[in-house]
């Protein structure tokens, strides 16, 4: 994307070119969007893990540590 802003810093455009440009930063917003419910999605399971260690219950079984995620 750094490379598209360079691109487009400096250049002349026509009217003709509005639509084009239009949908292809519309296409960009939906890639970004896409990427952000990904993140977010992917922070709230490191969160429910962190959680989960947090709160780890050891118990002696037999001279061993078992951990219950």
Do not use: C, H, W
Request: proline content about 1%; overall charge positive; charged content about 30%.
């Amino acid at each position: 994307m750094k490379d598209f802003a360079q691109t487009i810093r400096g250049a002349k455009f026509f009217d003709s070119d509005v639509p084009r440009l239009a949908a292809a930063l519309t296409e960009i917003g939906l890639q970004i969007k896409a990427q952000n419910a990904l993140l977010s999605k992917q922070i709230s399971s490191l969160e429910k893990v962190a959680s989960r260690l947090a709160r780890l219950n050891y118990r002696e079984d037999g001279g061993k540590d078992s951990v219950r995620l």
